[in-house]
């Protein structure tokens, strides 16, 4: 008997055992609303794929973080405060341990921010400031701390259901050269050229500079498909989706689907959108009154949406949602009754089936898992 090739086999799976493992652990990062109210900033959970388990980590005390951005190296978080400060605020972050720490903060300009995402290569952030109706970018520095000379942009215009812009999100294009803004005030999507170089104007009107979607729909939240071909918008007001293709900072629409059941004759609002990673469906999701989420299967060639099923949220004001990495589970934040809400998710049909599992956590507004160290 060789007892070496034993021994190296044993070390083998349990080397393989303990990377497998820890791929299946993850940080969870918990955005809240903090005055009034318990909470008092962004929450550190480990979360385990295999049962979707959870153990509280740590946390970081921060004037309502209700949205933020991790940067692609998992180095740094970005967060807008959505309080009176108005601040957006830098902080590391360990991959390891889940700690947290405050760097610096910086005026937002206008005020009112709401979202904030950062681009690929970790030079600036963008946050779309909802009561000011701006979109600001600003510099990091080379230590990750914001840089103070922010670009403020001051959108223009209005629709039948608002009088003035209310810019709700700012995301980054896949090439990292665009950003795209939401505006439920104007019904536009807003799309500039980014060119971190060009510090501290480093947007600027692409050539395309909007595309117009109808009165009334009040855009909120957007993303890409994973293929980068495709671009999809949830309208607050009118409660649709809505589908482009893009192309080198163009977007060309594809199609417009209502989110609701035609019975339902009430406000829809909604809230958030996200596609899996592998790109057979895209969840969209309605709060308040409809508070549910729409599945829709992808036409992998085409972009189109057809409404695969509907799965009622429960809670109360459910703001956002995310699919963890595995993509066997969906976890959304329901402001209103202070919980997170866990689903099982099926990966064949798409279908969100309610575990029961829940985070108890005073008025929850975002979360995102970071793969850990």
């Known amino acids: 008997m060789n007892f070496k090739k034993i021994a190296s086999f044993c070390a083998f ?57 991790v940067t692609k190296d998992r180095k740094y978080v970005y967060a807008v405060s959505e309080d009176r400060s108005n601040n957006i605020s830098a902080l590391s972050f360990d991959a390891k341990t889940g700690d947290l720490k ?15 995402s950062v681009d690929a290569k ?3 952030v963008f946050a779309g400031n909802y009561g000011g ?12 701390t914001l840089g103070q000379d922010i670009q403020d942009i001051k959108h223009e215009g209005k629709s039948i259901a608002k009088n003035k812009p209310f810019v709700h999100s700012a995301v980054v294009s896949p090439d990292n050269k665009y950003v795209i803004t939401a505006d439920l005030g104007t019904d536009k999507m807003n799309i500039y050229s980014f060119d971190a170089k060009k510090r501290p104007n ?22 890409f498909h994973p293929n980068k071909k495709f671009y999809y918008a949830v309208t607050e007001l009118d409660g649709s989706v809505n589908g482009f293709n893009y192309k080198k900072g163009k977007l060309t629409p594809i199609q417009t689907i209502k989110m609701a059941p035609d019975s339902y004759k009430g406000k829809p609002d909604g809230a958030d959108i996200h596609v899996s990673a592998d790109g057979k469906f895209l969840y969209a999701s309605t709060r308040n009154v409809l508070n549910e989420i729409t599945i829709y299967s992808v036409d992998q060639k085409t972009g189109m949406l057809t409404v695969a099923g509907r799965q009622p949220i429960g ?11 595995s993509g066997n589970w969906m976890l959304v934040t329901s402001q209103g009754t202070n919980e997170i809400l866990f689903f099982k998710r099926d990966q064949q049909n798409g279908m969100l089936t309610p575990t029961g599992q829940k985070i108890e956590l005073d008025r929850p507004s975002f979360l995102k898992f970071v793969k850990m160290d």
């Open 13 to 69: 799976l349990l080397l393989t055992t303990a990377l497998f493992a820890q791929d299946t652990k993850y940080h969870l990062l918990i955005g809240t609303y903090t005055a009034p109210g318990k909470s008092e900033g962004i929450y550190v959970y480990d979360f385990d794929t295999e049962n979707a388990t959870t153990t509280y980590k740590s946390k970081v005390v921060i004037g309502s973080p209700s949205y933020f951005a």
């Open 102 to 116: 405050l760097l610096n903060s910086v005026s937002s300009g206008s005020g009112g921010p709401t979202y904030i």
């Open 315 to 325: 809670g109360k004001s459910s703001r956002t949602f995310d699919i963890d990495p």
């Open 133 to 144: 109706g701006t979109l600001t970018a600003v510099p990091i520095n080379p230590d990750g």
């Open 202 to 223: 480093a947007l600027t009107p692409a050539a395309q500079a909007f595309v117009t979607l109808a009165p009334g729909a009040g855009p909120r939240h957007s993303t």
């Open 122 to 124: 970790g030079k600036y």
